[in-house]
């Protein structure tokens, strides 16, 4: 930033009555609160997004993506199962067995939206234009 860049932001902040910025901004104040190792990023994705380390990202990424795709699958064979490859009437349906094929699926759908609320610090979010 110039110097001609700095004046025009404090004459912009004492014109709308505010104090005039006397340093640069404190670039650990911005990221936000701070829970073990990561960081919740206030400004992505409405204040959802939580930095954390790569080592930490990668596990999260495997792990979570492996539980989702073995409880949709586990879900649907529940499903597939209670329902006799949808071929049963409605009155010999297992309820029990074909509502937790739903819970299942629920559960996997949940965990992977949830992991896609990681990353690791110097990622972008498409969505706010950044790479």
Do not use: C, W
């Not at 190792?37 to 495997?62: H, N």
């Not at 349906?93 to 074909?98: S, T």
């Amino acid at each position: 930033m110039t110097e001609q860049d700095e004046a025009g932001t404090e004459a912009a902040a004492a014109a709308e009555g505010e104090p005039a910025p006397d340093h640069a901004p404190d670039p650990e104040a911005e990221a936000g609160p701070s829970v073990g190792d990561a960081e919740v990023d206030p400004e992505g994705a409405g204040g959802r997004d939580v930095v954390v380390p790569l080592a930490l990202y990668k596990r999260i990424t495997v792990f979570s993506t492996l539980f989702a795709v073995v409880a949709v699958l586990a879900g649907f064979l529940m499903l597939d199962a209670a329902t006799g490859r949808a071929s049963r009437q409605l009155s010999e349906v297992n309820a029990g067995l074909a509502v937790a094929g739903l819970l299942s699926i629920g559960a996997g759908a949940a965990v992977y939206a949830f992991s896609t609320r990681f990353r690791t610090p110097g990622m972008g979010n498409p969505k706010d234009g950044e790479s």
